[in-house]
């Protein structure tokens, strides 16, 4: 299968069983913490607080990260990384397990967790294209975002299971493990032969800076789509973060083995789009295809703020989770293809901080109106106005240009 193709180069095979499997616990991790959250404090609130807590290190610090990543060894970077967090969610369960876990822990560890990120993200995008052929690109962007994707269908609906069963403690734990695996994974990867990167010696942190923002605006299709997903971020990511377990607790009367199915069933939508779009050396006309997408999952999301069925909303959850995959395999095969490859990790953390720069200001707001409006017309109101974002930067010739 052209899919597949990847998987007969043993590095990118590495990378991938590694991140699958850290994935997988990432997955486990998100369930257990958005019930314990809940369960803990009953807030919307304090929920779009962990993740603001979460995100807005990794956005300060998301340039530095990119700049680090082209001059540093990126394998390097990923191994740190993984150690540094999978000590960190070591430390959570084991308070967790004494019954000694209070939200300001998770609080300190939502900042690490942050912080590495910035630095993680950029370096995964980079490497991928350094240490696979350019025909395989295609294949392994699919796979990357297939083993996302098959982790968060099984990710929820085990780490429910584990909740309903052992506890949030157990959940923390395995996530814990799993980034342990994924640094012994990439350790083969230290002896391959890549480009030496420049380290500190010529490091020029505004100038290399001032570079990979002029390739960003250099190009209608990366600012717009830059501009657009940070705002649409707040209108969906919101919702699905935050208001999910609300919507499933307190507005159909559900357990956390139904959030976990919603969650199951969008991972599950976008492993169809990455299975299809695998299939494909090339798409024609990505721009029209890209916005169609996003246009299409921003009104799946409105429509959980319907009085509809729950078996209606997990339909929609597959349509959303389909569209989404599709406008991230997209975009990334189209960032890898028009950014040189010295310049990928700082264009890398400048897409990361303006998709995602207002993403905590989502959280906040989306916890706020859950609080006070409920979570049904946060999902409404955010995937209209998604929508109806999505459509206007169609109208740019540039978007409509890109083959």
Known sequence: ???????????????????????????????????????????????????????????IFSLIGGIAVDRFPRIRVMILSDVLRGVTVLVVSLLAFARLLEVWHIFTASVV???????????????????TPRELLPSANS???????????AGPAVGAALVSLGGTPLGFAIDSVSFFISAACLLPLLKLPLPPRGGMANLRLLSDLKVGVKVVFGSPWLWITIALAALSNVT??????????????????????????????????SVLAALWL????????????????????????????????FEAI???????????????????NTLQEMVPGDLLGRVSSIDNLGSFA??????????????????????????????????IGLLHPAIRKVD
């Open 236 to 269: 969906l990511s919101g919702p699905m973060s935050v208001s999910a377990p609300f919507l499933i607790n307190d507005n159909l009367g559900r357990d956390v083995k139904a959030l976990g199915m919603v969650y199951s069933f969008s991972s599950a939508g």
């Open 143 to 153: 796979l990357t975002s297939l083993s996302m994707q098959l982790a968060n269908v």
């Open 113 to 131: 967790f942050g912080l590495v990120d910035a630095f993680f993200q950029p370096a995964y995008t980079a490497v991928v294209p350094e240490i």
């Open 314 to 332: 997990l339909a929609a959850a597959v349509v959303q989770g389909a569209c989404i995959s599709a406008v991230g395999l997209i975009w990334i």
């Open 1 to 59: 299968m052209a899919l597949l193709r990847s998987f007969a180069h043993r590095p990118f095979t590495l990378i991938w069983s590694g991140q699958t499997i850290s994935r997988l616990g990432d997955s486990l991790y998100r369930i257990a913490l958005s019930w314990w959250v809940l369960e803990k404090t009953g807030s919307a609130a304090i929920m779009g607080t962990v993740l603001i807590f979460s995100f807005t290190p990794m956005l």
């Open 278 to 309: 695998g299939r494909y050396d090339r798409l024609r006309r990505r721009g029209v295809f890209l916005y169609l997408a996003w246009i299409a999952a921003s009104l799946a999301v409105a429509a959980f703020g319907l009085s509809i069925p």
């Open 358 to 391: 207002l993403l905590p200001v989502g959280y906040a707001v989306a916890g706020l109106l859950t609080d006070q409006a409920g979570a049904p017309l946060v999902f409404l109101v955010g995937g209209l106005i998604s929508a109806g974002l999505t459509a």
